[in-house]
């Protein structure tokens, strides 16, 4: 597994004790920067990828994926084909 600090890929490398996850560093980068500090970067480097992730948004009836945004910057809660079911249904029930 690759340094999380220089990448370099052909190294041993060495687990990060107090880290969250299972990332390595280098003894070269260890010595360099300390234990400590590069558990420290893994844990932000984690956490900033893991809350930028925006899920797709699923259709509440089907489960398909909505690709429209409303006019607010909103997903509507079903996609095209069960809103277009849905406006049938209403039109037959008059």
């Not at 360099?32 to 925006?54: H, M, P, S, W």
């Not at 095209?80 to 049938?88: I, S, T």
Request: with cysteine.
């Amino acid at each position: 597994m690759q340094c999380i600090c220089c990448g370099n890929n052909g190294i041993t490398t060495y687990p990060i004790p107090s880290h969250i996850g299972n990332l390595r560093a280098c003894a070269t980068c260890i010595g360099k920067f300390g234990i400590d500090n590069l558990a420290i970067e893994a844990d932000r480097l984690l956490t900033d990828y893991f809350v930028g992730q925006i899920p797709q948004p699923k259709c509440a009836v089907c489960g398909s994926p909505v690709l429209l945004i409303n006019a607010s910057g909103a997903h509507p809660v079903w996609c095209q084909r069960c809103e277009l079911q849905r406006q049938e249904l209403v039109r037959n029930a008059r």
